[in-house]
Each structure stands twice: as structure tokens, then as C-alpha cells.
Nanobody, 125 residues
Framework: QVQLVESGGGLVQAGGSLRLSCAAS????????MGWFRQAPGKEREFVAS????????YHADSVKGRFTISRDNAKNTVYLQMNSLKPEDTAVYYC??????????????????WGQGTQVTVSS
């Protein structure tokens, strides 16, 4: 019912920056809590950040806190992930996801109903 498409991934050197975007379809974007997850080869999908319906509240995983920032523009049906001070450990496929309800501090992948196809982020050292 909701289609999500990520973009903005690529290859960067350690210490560099990238901004990921996730474009959503439909007119109900503002009705969903949005989140970013990542998955490295051979590892489980892990939570990165989430944002409330209006964008006024956010939550970031400890591993990215202070370096990554999630934001959203409901008028553009888009959620962003600004990534600064990138480390090789950040290398993964990054996914955006949407869930119903209003609780923005949701870290379990199973709680998100809709997922994008993912975008690759590779950080070299």
C-alpha cells in the first residue's frame, strides 16, 4: 500500500558524508512513523534511526548518535538520513521503512510494515 524508494548511497572515504533519501508514494505519508535500518553481509538487519509523524521527535541508535541525523519533509513525502563522519563499520545496505501508530521509538524490524529496496553505502579506509 506504501511504496518506498531509497537513493543517495555510494562509495565514500572514512570521515566523509552522505545523505540518503527515501521517497514515499501516496498521500498518507504523514500517517506513518519512519525508520532507517541497515544490514551488512552475514549480519542481521539493525535499527539506525526513527522519526515521529510530524518530525518533531527522533531516536538514533547509540552506534550512530552524534553522526547521523534523521529528518522528514511531509510535504515532499520524503525522509532523509544525513550521515557524517562515516566509518568503515557503517558499510551496509540501508533501508527505509514505515510503520503505523504514533510511537516513534520502535527499533524492531518486524514492527515496520513497508520497506524500500535498499541502497548500498560503502565506506573505505
Amino acid at each position: 500500500q506504501v511504496q518506498l524508494v531509497e537513493s543517495g548511497g555510494g562509495l565514500v572515504q572514512a570521515g566523509g558524508s552522505l545523505r540518503l533519501s527515501c521517497a514515499a508514494s501516496g498521500r498518507t505519508f504523514s500517517s506513518y512513523v519512519m525508520g532507517w535500518f541497515r544490514q551488512a553481509p552475514g549480519k542481521e538487519r539493525e535499527f539506525v534511526a526513527s522519526i515521529s509523524l510530524s518530525g518533531t521527535s527522533t531516536y538514533h541508535a547509540d552506534s550512530v548518535k552524534g553522526r547521523f541525523t534523521i529528518s522528514r519533509d511531509n510535504a515532499k513525502n520524503t525522509v532523509y538520513l544525513q550521515m557524517n563522519s562515516l566509518k568503515p563499520e557503517d558499510t551496509a545496505v540501508y533501508y527505509c521503512a514505515a510503520k503505523g501508530g504514533s510511537f516513534y521509538n520502535s527499533q524492531k524490524p518486524s514492527e515496520y510494515l513497508y520497506w524500500g529496496q535498499g541502497t548500498q553505502v560503502t565506506v573505505s579506509s
